[in-house]
DNA sequence: TAATTTCGATACCTAATAGTATCGGAACTG
DNA sequence: CAGTTCCGATACTATTAGGTATCGAAATTA
C-alpha cells in the first residue's frame, strides 16, 4: 500500500523520497492510536510526533483513514511469522513459547492500538466487512497451526474443535486489551492454556485418565 | 445519577420535568452510541432522533460524556437481573438459559454500543479505571454465580477456576462484537458451554463420572 | 549551474460540533 | 390569573481538526 513507485521508468528529477519519513509517520500513528484513539489522533499531533510537516504526510497517504489503515498493516506486518512458529515439542510448550517474556511492552502497545481500530470501525463504513485491520487474526491462525502439528502428533484427538480453541486465549486478550484496559500476563497465560484450552481440545491434563483405546501420547 | 430530585421539600412551583425525556434520550443515545460510536455521536443528533431540544438535554446532563456513562448506566439496568437468574437444575442448562431466543437483535444492539464505548475509554482520561461502564461485567459476575451453585451441588469439583471460566464466553462476545463485528450465535453459544466452559471447570461431558457426594442446595 | 522534487514548518480555509442563549408555548402552582 | 419552570426549536459562539497552499532550504539530476 506503500505510494513508492520504483516501477516506472521515468526520468525521476528532484530529490528523492526518503523511506525513513514512511515509518516514521506510521510508528508515530501507531503510538498515538494506542494513547488517544483513532478520534483523539490528529494529522498535526502525527506530523509533530515524527518531527514532519503535514504536507509530507500527505503526500504519501491521501486521507486520515489511509494512514491509520496502512499504520495496523505495518505493525501487522511486524507480528507473528508464520513461517517461524514455535516448536517446542508439546502444545502447551508451544503456545506459551508464543509470548515471550520481553514481549509484554510490545504487545501491550499493539492491543492498546486496536483499542483504538475500534473506534475507527465504527466510523468508516465498509471497513467492518474487509477485517483487515484485526491484529488478532494472524494470531488465531498461528494457534490453529500449532494446533494442528499437535493433532498429527497425536497429542489431541482429531475430533478436537481447533476453530474454537484458537480463538479462546485472543478473545481473552481482546476482552483485557479493549474493555479492563489491562494486559494478559504470563499467569493467566498459563492458567488459559492448562485449564482452558488443552481441556477444550480433549487433553485434559489435570485429569490424566486416558483409558480409551488408542493415541494417548503426549510429550 | 439521574438529575431528578424529588427528594428536597422544595416549593417546586411550575411546569414539572418529564421523566419521559430522559428514557426517550438515553435510548437514542445507545441507539446512535451503537450506529456511529462515540464521536460520531453529536448531541444534536441525539436531540434530534428523541425529538427533544439540545435544552433538554442539557438541563439533564453537564456535557456530552455524563450523558453517554448514564445511557451505559441505563442500558446495564436493563440487563441480566442477578435476582432472577435461570435456574434449570445442571449448569449447562442455566448457561445455556442465560441467552434467550428472541434476545438477539437486543444483544447484538447492546455489543455494538459496548463498541461505541470502547472509543470514549481512549480520550475520557481516567475512565478505565472505573470500569462502570463495562456491560460484561455483570455478565461474568451471573456466569460465577451459577458456576459456584454448580459447585455446591457437586457437579463441578471444589478446585475448579470460577473466575477464570467465568469469563470466557462474554470475552468471546466481546471479541467477536467489537472486532469482528458479529452477534454470537446459538450454535457458538452451545459449542462454548460444552467444549470450553465446562471442560474448563472440570465436568469433562465426555467423561461423567460425577460420582462424588453432593450438598445440593443453592439460594 | 539550473531545474525539479522533497523536506519541515506554518498559515490558511472550511466543516463539524460541544455548549449557551433565546423564544413562543405548554404545564403546573398558589 | 400570574408567576415559574419545562418543552421543542433554533440561532449563536468558540474551538477543533482534516486537508490545502506556500515558503525557504536541501537533495538530486541534467
Redesign the pocket.
Known amino acids: 500500500m506503500s505510494m513508492t513507485n520504483n516501477d516506472l521508468p521515468v526520468?525521476?528529477?528532484?530529490?528523492?523520497?526518503?523511506p525513513e519519513?514512511d515509518v516514521a509517520i506510521l510508528e508515530a500513528t501507531i503510538d498515538l492510536l494506542a494513547e488517544v484513539g483513532y478520534d483523539?489522533?490528529?494529522?498535526?499531533k502525527v506530523?509533530?510526533r515524527a518531527?514532519?510537516?503535514?504536507?509530507?504526510l500527505?503526500?504519501r497517504w491521501?486521507?486520515?483513514t489511509d494512514l491509520v489503515l496502512d499504520a495496523v498493516a505495518h505493525m501487522k506486518a511486524q507480528q507473528i511469522d508464520l513461517e517461524a512458529l514455535p516448536d517446542t515439542g508439546s502444545l502447551r510448550g508451544d503456545l506459551l513459547a508464543m509470548f515471550r517474556p520481553q514481549d509484554g511492552a510490545k504487545v501491550d502497545r499493539i492491543l492498546r492500538a486496536m483499542a483504538g481500530v475500534v473506534s475507527m470501525i465504527s466510523q468508516v463504513p465498509g471497513l467492518a466487512d474487509t477485517g483487515d485491520y484485526s491484529i488478532f487474526e494472524p494470531w488465531i491462525t498461528a494457534n490453529a497451526v500449532l494446533m494442528e502439528r499437535a493433532q498429527a502428533r497425536g497429542e489431541i484427538p482429531p475430533t478436537a474443535d481447533i476453530a474454537l480453541a484458537a480463538q479462546i486465549i485472543p478473545s481473552m486478550a481482546a476482552y483485557r486489551a479493549l474493555i479492563l484496559r489491562v494486559a494478559i500476563d504470563r499467569d493467566l497465560l498459563e492458567r488459559l492454556v492448562e485449564q482452558v484450552v488443552l481441556p477444550a481440545l480433549g487433553e485434559s491434563s489435570f485429569n490424566p485418565s486416558p483409558s480409551q483405546d488408542g493415541m494417548g501420547q503426549d510429550g
Chains 1, 2 share one sequence.
Open positions: 526520468a525521476a528529477r528532484g530529490r528523492k523520497r526518503d519519513r483523539g489522533l490528529s494529522t498535526a506530523a509533530d518531527q514532519a510537516g503535514k504536507g509530507t500527505y503526500r491521501p486521507t486520515k
